[in-house]
């Protein structure tokens, strides 16, 4: 198993056991660190996501043509497949990744935890929820710059990418 299927396997462990005990308790705002341990996790998957395609890029382009032999982070039946590929993982990732933080923001917001006549209100819990949601919309924008990312390096051109 490669390190993208374990962060992947690990970050929904982790979601599954938080959003469980958080059910089965009165420990709803466990939900409110959902959106931070996301981020970590975004960030390992789409470094390992980036490294890949900077590795694919330098063998399409950089590594001179005498001495490589034909890799498949090279070859043109990579090239023709990434292009369909690439965007079916991107959306698979944002949903595994993506969906969880946004579901337990809106049951914290359903739930009134918000509400400055509820009984769980505070000023640091209000704060945390508005981190949370800036983080989960950061989360989603490091997603889809892996995805371009990925995208162009796969079409040898990376100098948009940093344009």
């Known amino acids: 198993?490669?390190?993208r299927d374990t962060v992947?396997?690990?970050?929904?462990?982790l979601v599954a056991g938080f959003m469980g005990y958080a059910a089965a308790s009165d420990r709803q705002n466990l939900l409110l660190l959902l959106p931070y341990l996301t981020f970590g996790f975004v960030n390992i998957f789409s470094h390992h996501n980036m490294v890949i395609g900077a590795l694919g890029y330098f063998l399409k382009k950089e590594l001179p043509c005498?001495?490589?032999?034909?890799?498949?982070?090279?070859?043109k039946t990579l090239e023709?497949?990434?292009?369909?590929f690439v965007l079916y993982r991107s959306l698979s990732a944002a949903m595994i990744f993506l969906a969880p933080p946004t579901i337990?923001?809106?049951?914290?917001?359903?739930?009134?935890?918000?509400?400055?006549?509820s009984e769980y209100y505070s000023t640091i819990r209000f704060i945390a929820w508005i981190a949370g949601l800036v983080t989960t919309l950061a989360s989603a924008y490091l997603l889809w710059r892996v995805h371009?990312?990925?995208l162009l390096a796969a079409e040898g051109d990376l100098k948009r990418y940093f344009t």
């Open 148 to 150: 371009r990312f990925r």
């Open 80 to 84: 023709g497949y990434q292009n369909r």
């Open 104 to 117: 337990a923001l809106v049951l914290l917001w359903y739930w009134g935890f918000l509400s400055v006549e």
């Open 1 to 3: 198993m490669g390190m």
């Open 8 to 13: 992947t396997l690990a970050y929904v462990s």
């Open 66 to 75: 005498s001495s490589r032999s034909v890799h498949w982070d090279g070859s």
